[in-house]
């Protein structure tokens, strides 16, 4: 029996002044599973992260995010039902230490310890630099602080941008790691990856995006199975990206 849905797109268009980006997008996130949101540069995917913040409206369709109609909330409410955004930029505070930065992510103003104990697991290292800037942490470490910042409260939906954009492959495994163990958690999350290596890791469904819609839908382990597949919807096959 197939997971619910916590999030659904339906039709969604999205215009960035006169430009056309999404193209009737229809996606689904299941509840409690990793879904991965693949495609070649300018697909359309980080918008779609975007219109479901509500950081760019759509123009066209419907959100809907646990039963709830949110395609026209605003981005700070869209939060408050519980999802937490992680952008490729990682929007973490340079000047700010660690403790600081995980601080004010929090919407009490004060930690959860044995929250926080789950976060130091998933990433020991923040940890150790919780009192240092965290514009002098390495760029893995600082991509380990914009999730934990995400995660530091409980959340129904956790959205990620690109995670392992220019980190060394052996980062890249600690963050594969990372997210594994968020899995079984039974954490809902939305990844867009170019990395397939870390997206095969992952991904419970893959939907892949062309021209500002979803043309492929279904479990990552049939994508990952197929070459064929890969090399028609993405240009890669397996075997490049190991």
């Known amino acids: 029996m197939p997971e619910p849905a916590l999030l659904t797109l339906e039709g969604v268009h999205t215009h960035i002044g006169r430009y056309h ?53 605003a981005t700070p409410d869209i939060a408050r039902r519980g999802i937490a955004y992680v952008p490729e930029t990682m929007g973490i505070f340079t000047q700010l230490t660690v403790r600081e930065n995980m601080l004010l992510a929090t919407t009490s103003g004060r930690f959860d310890e044995a929250r926080l104990d789950g976060v130091f697991a998933l990433f020991p290292v923040l940890k150790q630099k919780w009192h240092d800037a965290a514009g002098g942490l390495s760029g893995g470490q600082k991509q380990m602080l914009a999730i934990s910042r995400a995660i530091v409260e409980e959340r129904r939906l956790l959205v990620v941008d690109e995670p392992t954009k220019g980190l060394a492959p052996a980062v890249i495994e600690h963050l594969i790691e990372g997210f594994r163990q968020l899995k079984q958690t039974r954490t809902t999350i939305l990844l867009v990856e170019q990395n397939f290596h870390m997206a095969r890791s992952l991904g419970d469904n893959v939907a892949v995006m062309d021209d500002g819609r979803v043309v492929h839908t279904g479990t990552m382990a049939a994508l990952a199975a197929d070459e064929a597949l890969q090399s028609r919807l993405l240009g890669l096959s397996l075997a490049s990206h190991q």
């Not at 495609?39 to 039963?67: D, P």
């Open 21 to 73: 980006i999404l193209h009737g997008v229809d996606l689904v996130v299941p509840k409690g599973r990793l879904t991965v949101l693949l495609g070649r540069n300018g697909a359309g995917k980080t918008t779609t992260l975007r219109s479901i913040m509500g950081l760019w409206r759509a123009s066209a369709g419907r959100i809907t995010f646990g039963g709830a109609d949110i395609t026209a909330m």
